[in-house]
């Protein structure tokens, strides 16, 4: 697609159950990011994935969070056992990180978590 | 985290220029200063990013200073719609670990008719 495309737009879910958000990144972008922003916060960092190699998960608040990239493209976020702080909007990005070419990171839309 | 400090509000009159200062004193060698702003309910855009100098795009103006520890972007004509969150970010160039983008709590600037 033409750009980062993230689903659903909107969850909402039940204390205690499991989600999982996806993101579809831009082709060919071998950096993944996922981030997270609280109600008039800043975006907090979760996790970054670099083509093969093994993913940076110091941003992950709890051992509830996790991240898989399958076949280096899509992107799923899994938040097992869900708790009301987790309610916040879910950005991820992608970018391509080859030298001399453009990195900026392209943001998605986001997926709004309510939990309930 | 965040590497760099940003005023958390600034006003500007709809025409003028909006000069957002941003300072990252421990900036490294290797470390581009990358702008974003965010307009509420939006994903992240990308503005403009440079090393060492000055950049220009249809966008915006960036302004480092010779010891790169601040930075300053210019919207030279802010019209309403550039009311938003600006965020500066220090970032490694290219690829490997280390490589995330770590937001601030930004500038909020309001942009007045």
């Known amino acids: 697609g033409a750009g980062v495309s993230q689903s659903p737009s909107n969850k909402v879910t039940e204390k205690g159950k499991d989600v999982e958000l996806r993101c579809d990144p831009i082709s060919g972008h071998t950096a993944l990011y996922w981030y997270r922003q609280s109600l008039g916060q800043g975006l907090e960092f979760l996790i970054y994935?670099?083509?093969?190699?093994?993913?940076?998960k110091s941003g992950l608040p709890s051992d509830r969070f996790s991240a898989e990239r399958t076949g280096g493209s899509v992107s799923t976020l899994t938040i097992q056992r869900t708790q009301q702080e987790d309610s916040a909007v879910y950005l991820c990005?992608?970018?391509?990180?080859?030298?001399?070419?453009?990195?900026?990171?392209?943001f998605g839309q986001g997926t709004r978590l309510t939990v309930v | 985290d965040a590497k760099t400090t940003q005023p958390p509000s600034m006003d500007c009159a709809e025409g003028r220029a909006a000069n957002l200062p941003c300072n990252h004193s421990t900036i490294s060698g290797n470390e581009y200063v990358y702008w974003y702003r965010q307009i509420h309910s939006q994903g992240p855009q990308y503005i403009i990013h440079g090393l060492k100098n000055n950049e220009t795009n249809e966008m915006a103006s960036l302004i480092i200073t010779e010891d790169r520890k601040s930075s300053t972007l210019i919207l030279p004509h802010a019209t309403l719609r550039d009311t938003a969150v600006y965020y500066c970010i220090v970032r490694v160039w290219g690829g490997g670990t280390g490589n995330q983008f770590y937001f601030g709590t930004g500038t909020s600037l309001t942009v007045i008719p």
């Open positions: 990005a992608s970018s391509l990180t080859r030298v001399g070419k453009n990195t900026e990171a392209f």
């Open positions: 994935f670099q083509g093969n190699s093994a993913p940076d």
